[in-house]
């Protein structure tokens, strides 16, 4: 970024893109999909004829192109995170929209300069070269994540929703637990998977399991409160879809006496990949992933 008083276009064009992105986020309630980024910018920013110019290699718009370059920064800064297709605002981030577009674009260059300075064998005066080429290599790996993450998430959508509910008991059995119980066909009570930390269910806290295989349909307050109704002394609720849950089903399993945990379509997938070389391999076969490594910088 230029060491001049005023921002650069580039980083002006970013700066008021990544704050109204934040403010969207914090309204959501704290994230936003990857793949709503373009349209809500072209639809809620006022964007001049150059910063909806095609340019660089790959012809992008450049204010999508400055958005990511410099959604780095802000990453590095600690004022959002980005994870499975997902941007997440964090208390950082909030704190730091405080100090408006450029306050808080200063700030994100500040930190990922120092971060970058951190790194091993790295001269302390980062050129504007050296700094494009080190972000050009960030992209490129996220590009790559994404298109890895929107495969399996194709692959989870096209199984239907006894697939999804012997997959969330896998899950649990790599986990460590015993799941005795995964409902047939048919109605289930409420309950999809029965989970124990023992073999024989002695021990508390036993869980039950409400699996929704809704990809494109957020969970409503409505199924939170029947898994809840169906909870005894001892119990504890799972509520797991492929897709996302409603503010008001979150806020539903915040309040009352047991405790309940809700999982998301991308948290199933991040506890699949971390759990996955515990799985059996016919339990792998639902879902199975192939690791392949990447040159990394070991932050």
């Not at 990544?18 to 373009?38: C, Q």
């Not at 790959?58 to 370059?69: G, I, N």
């Not at 408006?100 to 300069?113: D, F, H, P, S, T």
């Not at 029965?194 to 036993?206: E, K, S």
């Given at each position: 970024?230029?060491?001049?008083?005023?921002?650069?276009?580039?980083?002006?064009?970013?700066?008021?893109?990544?704050?109204?992105?934040?403010?969207?986020?914090?309204?959501?309630?704290?994230?936003?999909?990857?793949?709503?980024?373009?349209?809500?910018?072209?639809?809620?920013?006022?964007?001049?004829?150059?910063?909806?110019?095609?340019?660089?290699?790959?012809?992008?718009?450049?204010?999508?192109?400055?958005?990511?370059?410099?959604?780095?920064?802000?990453?590095?800064?600690?004022?959002?995170?980005?994870?499975?297709?997902?941007?997440?605002?964090?208390?950082?981030?909030?704190?730091?929209?405080?100090?408006?577009?450029?306050?808080?674009?200063?700030?994100?260059?500040?930190?990922?300069?120092?971060?970058?300075?951190?790194?091993?064998?790295?001269?302390?005066?980062?050129?504007?070269?050296?700094?494009?080429?080190?972000?050009?290599?960030?992209?490129?790996?996220?590009?790559?994540?994404?298109?890895?993450?929107?495969?399996?998430?194709?692959?989870?959508?096209?199984?239907?929703?006894?697939?999804?509910?012997?997959?969330?008991a896998a899950l649990l059995r790599a986990m460590g637990y015993h799941t005795p119980f995964v409902a047939p066909k048919g109605k289930d009570g409420g309950v999809d998977v029965l989970a124990y930390?023992?073999?024989?269910?002695?021990?508390?806290?036993?869980?039950?399991?409400?699996?929704?295989?809704?990809?494109?349909?957020?969970?409503?307050?409505?199924?939170?409160?029947?898994?809840?109704?169906?909870?005894?002394?001892?119990?504890?609720?799972?509520?797991?879809?492929?897709?996302?849950?409603?503010?008001?089903?979150?806020?539903?399993?915040?309040?009352?006496k047991s405790y309940l945990r809700l999982i998301d379509g991308n948290e199933f997938i991040e506890m699949w990949q971390q759990f996955y070389d515990k799985m059996s391999d016919e339990d792998k076969n639902m879902?199975?992933?192939?690791?392949?490594?990447?040159?990394?910088?070991?932050?």
């Amino acid at each position: 970024m230029k060491t001049t008083k005023e921002l650069s276009r580039s980083a002006a064009c970013a700066a008021k893109c990544l704050m109204a992105l934040m403010k969207e986020m914090k309204k959501r309630g704290g994230s936003i999909p990857t793949k709503e980024i373009d349209s809500f910018i072209t639809s809620n920013v006022p964007l001049t004829d150059w910063e909806k110019e095609r340019a660089g290699k790959m012809q992008y718009y450049r204010y999508m192109t400055m958005t990511q370059f410099y959604s780095i920064d802000y990453s590095k800064a600690g004022f959002i995170v980005k994870k499975n297709n997902v941007w997440y605002l964090t208390t950082e981030g909030e704190e730091a929209m405080k100090l408006g577009e450029e306050g808080m674009m200063r700030a994100a260059n500040q930190a990922y300069r120092k971060w970058v300075k951190e790194k091993p064998i790295v001269s302390d005066d980062i050129t504007e070269t050296e700094e494009e080429s080190e972000k050009e290599n960030i992209i490129n790996l996220e590009q790559l994540e994404s298109e890895a993450i929107d495969g399996i998430k194709e692959f989870i959508r096209k199984k239907n929703p006894y697939d999804f509910q012997f997959m969330v008991a896998a899950l649990l059995r790599a986990m460590g637990y015993h799941t005795p119980f995964v409902a047939p066909k048919g109605k289930d009570g409420g309950v999809d998977v029965l989970a124990y930390v023992d073999p024989l269910g002695a021990q508390i806290p036993r869980i039950k399991v409400q699996v929704k295989h809704y990809p494109d349909t957020p969970i409503g307050a409505p199924d939170i409160r029947g898994l809840v109704g169906i909870l005894s002394d001892g119990d504890i609720g799972l509520f797991v879809t492929s897709g996302t849950f409603s503010s008001a089903a979150k806020q539903a399993a915040s309040i009352g006496k047991s405790y309940l945990r809700l999982i998301d379509g991308n948290e199933f997938i991040e506890m699949w990949q971390q759990f996955y070389d515990k799985m059996s391999d016919e339990d792998k076969n639902m879902l199975p992933l192939k690791r392949i490594a990447f040159l990394g910088n070991n932050e």
